[in-house]
């Protein structure tokens, strides 16, 4: 591809173009169709979250030792799974994905940095992320951590 | 491909060498979303509280991540802008499909390139800053592509032969900036204009004629 280098050219179409817009595209949508996106990403991204977890407790690994195989900062791993409106950086989520051995683009959208127009792979999300809902009762080790921390908030 | 171009600066009114290029991955269209959806956003929130819905731009809503499927189509094709290690414009055109024939009485069947989606980094348009209380930073970007476009179809021999589906507040960018014919509103697309170039008028932008 050859494109035009005469300056005179530039200054013309800089004078042309003056910075208005140019997009192509569809037009807006209802906004209620933006916040219908945005509840699905919700739940796209806890099924993001059950998969981490599952995935760490599935190879016995703490968070700690999880973070070192993933070699993925440790407090960006705890703010995913904590803060739901925290948004993985594109490289944290390849390397998951590369641990998983899943597609990196799958893992964009489960982890709600991309938005796909799939209705089976948001349903699929859905229904992991309510499937993979733990009922297992707390170990006495968490259970004490839990009353702990209870105990300490109520002091406070 | 990558190829160095140059686009102009504004705050020296001189030309930078930026690039374009094709290699364009599902992590630039998580680049639009994170770095130029907010700023967009936020310009259409100022320009709504101050009453001046009809500047708000037609394609806030625009989330390029849902394209990422489309990236593995053969008959797709992406350009990007970048400079300043930044995204200033994003292309995808389309080779094969419903839109990629000409609708021009002249020309009509002849085979074109569809330009499908276009946008421009917020900070690099005037309207959006100025309700920003800032001043835009790059001109030329949309040229940039749309010139991408051109050689494209030149490349798949449709010989500059573009065709697109304008949103109403850019139609006059493209007639009267790139000069493109406008043939019509088309309902098959919300009734937005239908523009295409001729071969002749595709040669007369890419090399400054009028």
Known sequence: MKFNSDPAWLKKQASLEDNCFVSVGGLVSAVEDLEQQTQQATASRTAFVKLLNLTRREHKLTWEQFSQKLDVDL????EIENDESYKPTPRTVTKIAHFLHVPAEKLFILSGLARVHDRYFKEAALRFAARSQPVKELSSEEHEALKEYVKFLCER | MKTRVHIIDNTTGQAVEAEIFDEVTVEHFIETQQEWR???????????ARGSHQLIPQHFHWDWTTKAPELKVLANAFYGIRYDNQLQ???????????????????????????????VAPWNLKVLMN????????????????????????????????????????????????????????????????????????????????
């Open chain 1, 75 to 78: 407090a960006e791993l705890m």
């Open chain 2, 38 to 48: 907010p700023i967009v956003l936020k310009a259409a929130r100022q320009l709504a």
């Open chain 2, 89 to 119: 414009g994003l292309m995808k055109i389309e080779t094969v499909g419903q839109f990629c024939s000409c609708r021009l009485p002249e020309q009509v069947d002849k085979a074109l390139v569809y330009v499908d989606y276009i946008e």
């Open chain 2, 131 to 210: 309700a920003l209380g800032e001043k835009p930073r790059y001109n030329v970007i949309g040229s940039r592509l749309i010139e991408a476009a051109v050689l494209k179809s030149k490349e798949e021999d449709c010989k500059g032969r573009i065709g697109l589906h304008s949103l109403p507040m850019t139609e006059s960018f493209y007639i009267k900036t790139c000069r493109m014919t406008p043939v019509g509103r088309d309902p098959a697309k919300q009734n937005l204009l239908w523009l295409e170039y001729t071969p002749e008028q595709a040669e007369n932008f890419l090399t400054g004629a009028r």
